[in-house]
């Protein structure tokens, strides 16, 4: 399973920027899809995460700022981040639960870079 992540840049805060997380290969469900971070000097941390039922779970500090959402005929999940602030800057990790024809795995994307900055 292969993770192709993208949607990050330079953003000014209180603005937004989408990011996208397309997974291909030999996939028969993903059960979870999420994003993760990793601040510089610090530890990587969840995001949100949604399942395969749509469930939802966020950090709280995205709380009513940012969506997660999935479009499974695409096999994509998605981060909608609103309101963005200069504590948000950091490598963005997309990550999914998969299941394929030789098990359960958990795959990581490459990561995409998010700065927010004047």
């Known amino acids: 399973v292969q993770l192709q992540a993208s949607g990050g840049g330079l953003v000014q805060p209180g603005g937004s920027l989408r990011l996208s997380c397309a997974a291909s290969?030999?996939?028969?469900?993903?059960?979870?899809m999420g994003w993760y971070r990793q601040a510089p000097g610090k530890q990587r941390e969840l995001v949100a995460t949604?399942?395969?039922?749509?469930?939802?779970t966020y950090a709280d500090s995205v709380k009513g700022r940012w969506t997660i959402f999935r479009d499974n005929f695409k096999n994509a999940v998605y981060l909608q981040m609103d309101s963005l602030k200069a504590e948000d800057t950091a490598v963005y990790h997309c990550?999914?639960?998969?299941?394929?024809?030789?098990?359960?795995?958990?795959?990581w994307g490459q990561g995409t870079l998010v700065t927010v900055s004047n």
């Open positions: 990550n999914v639960l998969a299941r394929t024809q030789t098990g359960i795995f958990d795959f």
């Open positions: 290969g030999n996939i028969y469900s993903l059960s979870v």
């Open positions: 949604v399942t395969l039922a749509g469930d939802k």
